[in-house]
């Protein structure tokens, strides 16, 4: 008889930089855990360090036919095994809404929302019973936090913007983020994965200083951003603590507690946001609790990759 215990199978993305980086070095650290990574480029050859005995497979956000292939590619070498854990933390800002994905959509959308919404649709059929499906978001989804933030649902316009000057970048961001946390509550609320006990959750780390996510901007951009971290928002911090600006450590170590389980939210909610490095439960905004937003983001990414 094998009295071996299996293994805890955690497939994750955007874990070869910023706060993802970290979270993989606390998840590949846990006893009887395979860990398989989707990562672009070189993150699957020797250039980059991955911690030893995480499985690095080709993954390129920007193009669903890579996704399609890491999803076959994650199935097939785990055979009968089933995913314990699925962790889609991959992320891009951009500086404007001008460029593209593979696939014709704006590009800041087709990475952070429809690659992992397919991902995940992918996937989760692969799930263990009881399995866990993270998905990162921010809390710049919510006008009251970021004004730029949707107040209105238009999957078509974020897809195919016509207007691409300045300021398009973070409004499409924000757009990303509010896509994620609508997509968590859809999973949430399947049948399939309330009969298996799958807990879904969306997970902002806050505003986390130390990464590479602005790393697309030009020089000035990320310049201006710097500036702006280390004044208005330190003045701002003491009366508004979702400005205050965390580091990729904790804000990876965080996305790993919540993706083991060591953090839960109380039960019937998906959303843990990270305040001053502290696990807090607020209501999504007004527009992320939409019923409707929900079923409609649901549907038009359905035919946008191809799943109607
Ligand atoms: N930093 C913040 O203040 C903040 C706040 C709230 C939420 N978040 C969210 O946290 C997550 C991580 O962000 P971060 O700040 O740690 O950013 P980061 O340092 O830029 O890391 C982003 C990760 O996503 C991967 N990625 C980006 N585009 C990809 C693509 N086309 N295909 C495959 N992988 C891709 C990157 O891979 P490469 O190494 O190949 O580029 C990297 O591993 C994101 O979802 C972000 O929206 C961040």
């Not at 050859?45 to 911690?51: I, K, N, Q, Y």
């Amino acid at each position: 008889m094998d009295l071996a215990k299996p293994e805890r199978v955690v497939v994750m993305t955007g874990v070869t930089a910023g706060l993802g980086a970290h979270a993989l070095q606390h998840i590949a650290g846990q006893p009887d855990t395979r860990v398989i990574i989707g990562a672009r480029g070189s993150a699957c050859g020797s250039e980059r360090t991955v911690p030893h005995g995480v499985e690095a497979m080709p993954l390129d956000l920007a193009s669903l036919a890579s996704v399609r292939e890491f999803a076959d590619a994650v199935t097939g070498r785990l055979g009968d095994a089933r995913i314990d854990i699925l962790v889609l933390n991959a992320g891009m800002q951009a500086s404007n809404s001008e460029r593209r994905s593979a696939d014709g959509y704006e590009l800041t959308f087709a990475v952070n929302h429809l690659a992992h919404y397919l991902l995940a649709r992918l996937l989760v059929p692969r799930m263990a019973d009881h399995g866990r499906l993270v998905i990162t978001t921010s809390e710049t989804h919510d006008p009251a936090v970021t004004p730029v933030a949707p107040k209105t649902l238009e999957p078509q316009a974020l897809a195919h913007p016509t207007k691409s000057g300045f300021g398009t970048g973070i409004r499409a961001y924000a757009a990303s983020k509010l896509c994620n946390l609508l997509t968590a509550q859809s999973f949430a609320a399947l049948d399939e994965v309330r009969a298996r006990q799958i807990t879904v959750i969306a997970f902002s780390p806050g505003l986390t200083g130390g990464t590479s996510l602005g790393r697309d901007s030009p020089r000035a951009m990320r310049a201006f951003v710097m500036l702006l971290m280390h004044t208005v928002f330190r003045l701002v911090g003491p009366f508004r603590p979702e400005y205050v600006i965390g580091t990729a450590e904790r804000s990876g170590e965080a996305l790993a507690e919540v993706s083991l389980g060591v953090i839960t939210p109380p039960r019937g909610r998906v959303y843990i946001s990270l305040i001053k490095g502290e696990s807090t439960f607020p209501d999504p905004s007004q527009l992320a609790r939409s019923r409707d937003a929900q079923d409609r983001l649901w549907r038009e990414s359905e035919a946008m990759v191809g799943l109607a």
